[in-house]
């Protein structure tokens, strides 16, 4: 009975934004203090639109929303879906073709205001999804912000291989915690900068790895990466039906991509960082690739 009801609830919120989309004028931006970004390709372009309602449906609705896309044709003749929102407050925006980091390099590099929060283009979120991010930002505003943090666990003097890692559940700073970004990411303006020191050192060995990258820049800078609590586990809903798949994480977890990514990406202070949870190992004298720590 639980597989049939979580169906029939997907079937009720995507045929309800669907009908937002269709009829509904009003816009789904507001007041709250973030821009969110994201991106999308191929066939999800066709269903985005739900995500991107989910979010306008908030009860804080953000500055502004922009989705960048890889496919100019598209941001000049986008899909009757698109457009709709483009007339209540969405921003289509070119981009190079970037992977996964299309959802924040483009949008740090054109120096957005405020915080900066990305979100997936295959999922649901529940109204107070922005709502609880920004809560957490004012408690917190020098920390990167997620609403789904795992904790690099560590054996026998080494990290753990990625599938085995444990999920934050206490907002007790440590340089193993790791955002992951289906659930929503909130980045202060501080770790944007940081991001733009970084460069684009993610192309040679991280290209379709963003949240390792994002983490090894946050470490290396000495950025707590703190969970948002109280949200219900199933409140992020996948997009159902759309046969996108989740390719990437599946090369990314089970084909063990990440790990390979974490062996050439973290140098030997930051392993030392994490084995020993100290953030005092990382070396300071070492030129850093991504600016000075913080």
């Not at 007339?87 to 120096?111: C, F, N, V």
């Amino acid at each position: 009975m639980t597989v049939i009801r979580t169906l029939v609830r997907a079937i009720a919120d995507q045929t309800a934004f669907a009908l937002r989309n269709r009829w509904s004028r009003r816009l789904i931006t507001g007041d709250g203090d973030a821009t969110v970004s994201l991106t999308t390709f191929g066939r999800r372009i066709r269903w985005v639109h739900l995500t991107i309602e989910s979010v306008g449906a908030g009860r804080v609705r953000p500055r502004r929303v922009v989705l960048w896309l890889d496919d100019a044709s598209v941001v000049d003749q986008p899909p009757r879906s698109l457009r709709r929102l483009v007339r209540r407050g969405l921003e289509l925006r070119s981009t190079d073709d970037i992977g996964p980091h299309k959802k924040y390099q483009p949008a740090i590099r054109a120096r957005v205001d405020g915080p900066l929060v990305t979100c997936d283009d295959d999922v649901l979120y529940p109204t107070q999804w922005l709502e609880m991010l920004l809560l957490a930002h004012s408690e917190h505003p020098h920390a990167v912000l997620a609403h789904r943090v795992n904790r690099i666990t560590v054996s026998d003097g080494a990290i753990r291989p990625y599938d085995r890692w444990a999920r934050a559940a206490d907002l007790v700073p440590t340089p193993r915690n790791f955002a992951t970004g289906v659930k929503g990411v909130l980045y202060p303006e501080q770790m944007q900068r940081y991001l733009i020191d970084a460069g684009e050192g993610f192309r040679t060995d991280a290209m379709f790895a963003d949240d390792i990258w994002l983490h090894h820049v946050a470490l290396r800078n000495r950025v707590s990466v703190l969970p948002v609590l109280g949200l219900p586990v199933d409140a992020v809903r996948s997009v159902r039906f759309t046969r996108s798949g989740r390719a990437l994480a599946i090369e990314n977890v089970d084909g063990g991509r990440n790990d390979r990514v974490i062996r050439a990406v973290y140098g030997p202070d930051e392993h030392r960082a994490i084995v020993a949870d100290d953030w005092t190992q990382l070396d300071e004298n070492a030129q850093h690739p991504v600016g000075e720590p913080a």
